[in-house]
């Protein structure tokens, strides 16, 4: 379930009040650990829809359930959260825990509200914004993940200026997407990647001279480029079965890019691939409903790796918006990749050229 409306979200059910039950909750870390697939530490991520609907006891009973049944599993906590809900009880629950904290912010009030609207197609910056304050009050750090819209593009200057001027040091960008329940983009015209671009230019050039405003963009990029196993892996979280385990709050298990865990395919059907009380991994990978799956997977990432000279940065996509986009997982090239991957490594490393003369 989701408190707002926003008109780009992937969402198909934020309608639905479903609540996951602790027992769930429980059980699906314990599945991880008992198959060999908790990294350490384990990363759970509360997301989809808007996760503080439900209240600070909720998630307290919920840290203790699973706790208990995976006590040799470490565990790291992370929200998405649209703000509006945080309060003091919030605050201690993220300061007792250390929930990692992403808060969903557009940018300046008028960019923010004319995508991120209440239900009654009211405005949410505001709200956001008083939640942003009661993190700030309580010492609990977060960073920003920014929607970026055609009118975003026109806008680099404003976006920057509205971080800097309220000290959000940390700040990620998602592309507006074709996936899930949203089957339209503004940034689906013809000369978007030019204007990505420049935008994307004029964001790290100003994040530079500020000497404090991080990208998460340039850190990814700079940290693969850094990376001793660079060009020598295959694939990505997306794609690599099992990386990204997604449990529904029914208790449905699926894998790859989490927004195919709401998506029903015209050939495969429902992505679930089990039940977290029982299943077992190694019926999963034997069955044919994932066996076809992960052929469809492995043709796109094949395709992608003939054919884009940024393979070995991206890794072959994210299936979900090859789905949504081409209608296969088997396609290559997608908007998202050539914005969010190409056109920012494009101007990444333009910029890091430029700098080598310099550097001697």
């Not at 799956?293 to 790796?305: L, P």
């Amino acid at each position: 379930y989701c408190n707002v409306a926003c008109d780009y979200c992937y969402l198909p059910d934020r309608d639905d009040r479903s609540r996951m039950p602790h027992a769930v909750a429980a059980e699906a870390v314990a599945w991880l650990d008992r198959h060999g697939l908790a990294a350490d530490p384990l990363s759970l991520v509360w997301h989809a829809g808007e996760p503080l609907t439900l209240p600070p006891a909720w998630y307290e009973e919920a840290f203790a359930a699973i706790a208990a049944a995976a006590p040799g599993v470490a565990l790291t906590h992370a929200m998405q959260t649209n703000a509006i809900g945080i309060d003091e009880r919030w605050c201690a629950l993220f300061l007792e825990h250390d929930v990692q904290i992403g808060v969903s912010l557009d940018g300046p009030t008028w960019l923010h509200d004319r995508h991120r609207r209440t239900r009654n197609g009211r405005g949410t910056h505001a709200a956001a914004m008083r939640g942003v304050a009661a993190l700030r009050r309580h010492g609990v750090p977060f960073h920003a993940i920014s929607v970026v819209t055609a009118e975003t593009l026109d806008a680099a200057d404003d976006f920057v200026d509205f971080f800097l001027a309220h000290e959000i040091d940390s700040v990620g960008l998602n592309s507006e997407e074709v996936e899930g329940a949203n089957t339209a983009s503004s940034l689906a015209g013809g000369d978007v990647r030019a204007r990505y671009r420049r935008f994307l230019d004029r964001v790290l050039e100003r994040a530079e001279a500020s000497g404090r405003l991080s990208l998460r963009e340039a850190d990814v990029l700079v940290g693969q480029l850094l990376d001793e196993g660079f060009g020598r892996t295959a694939g990505n979280d997306q794609n690599t079965p099992f990386a990204i385990v997604t449990v529904t709050a029914a208790g449905e298990l699926s894998t790859y890019s989490p927004e195919l865990a709401g998506t029903a395919h015209p050939v495969h059907g429902s992505f679930s691939l089990g039940h977290v009380s029982e299943a077992t991994l190694e019926d999963i990978l034997a069955s044919p409903h994932f066996q076809a799956i992960q052929g469809e997977i492995a043709a796109g990432i094949a395709a992608c790796a003939e054919a884009c000279p940024y393979f070995r940065l991206c890794g072959g996509g994210a299936p979900a918006n090859k789905l949504a986009e081409h209608g296969s997982m088997a396609a290559a090239e997608t908007m998202h990749c050539r914005l969010v991957n190409q056109a920012t490594v494009d101007v990444l490393l333009t910029r890091l050229e430029r700098r080598l003369p310099q550097a001697g």
